[in-house]
């Protein structure tokens, strides 16, 4: 799924809750990632969605506000997309292995 704005992306959050998030900050609309992210971590809906914020934004500032909206992750620009990939499926391979030990 993807979004073209943080409205959207809160949207397909609350209806699909997806177990993981790759989100931009700088987005097109009213709400850009970090409110988005901090809207989606703050609904006790959605607050359990793993988010990556991937940015172009990689000054220790923009990290720090972004870790304070409640992203679990922040990946500055340019990365390796087969970094990216591999902590991708260590999350969701954590995450299938809490729910398996849950059961």
Do not use: C, W
């Not at 809160?10 to 790759?22: D, Q, V, W």
């Not at 607050?47 to 992750?73: H, N, P, V, Y």
């Not at 500055?76 to 030990?101: C, H, M, T, W, Y």
Request: charged letters at 30%; glycine letters at 8%.
């Amino acid at each position: 799924m993807e979004a073209d704005s943080g409205e959207k992306a809160i949207e397909i959050a609350k209806a699909h809750k997806p177990s993981l998030i790759l989100m931009d900050i700088v987005m097109p609309g009213k709400i850009d990632g970090i409110e988005a992210t901090r809207i989606i971590k703050n609904d006790p809906e959605t607050s359990g969605i793993i988010i990556f914020m991937l940015t172009a934004k990689g000054q220790q500032q923009d990290i720090e506000i972004g870790r304070e909206a409640g992203a679990d992750d922040y990946i500055a620009k340019p990365f390796s997309p087969i970094s990216l990939l591999d902590k991708i499926r260590e999350v969701l391979g954590l995450l299938r292995q809490n729910i398996l030990k849950s059961e």
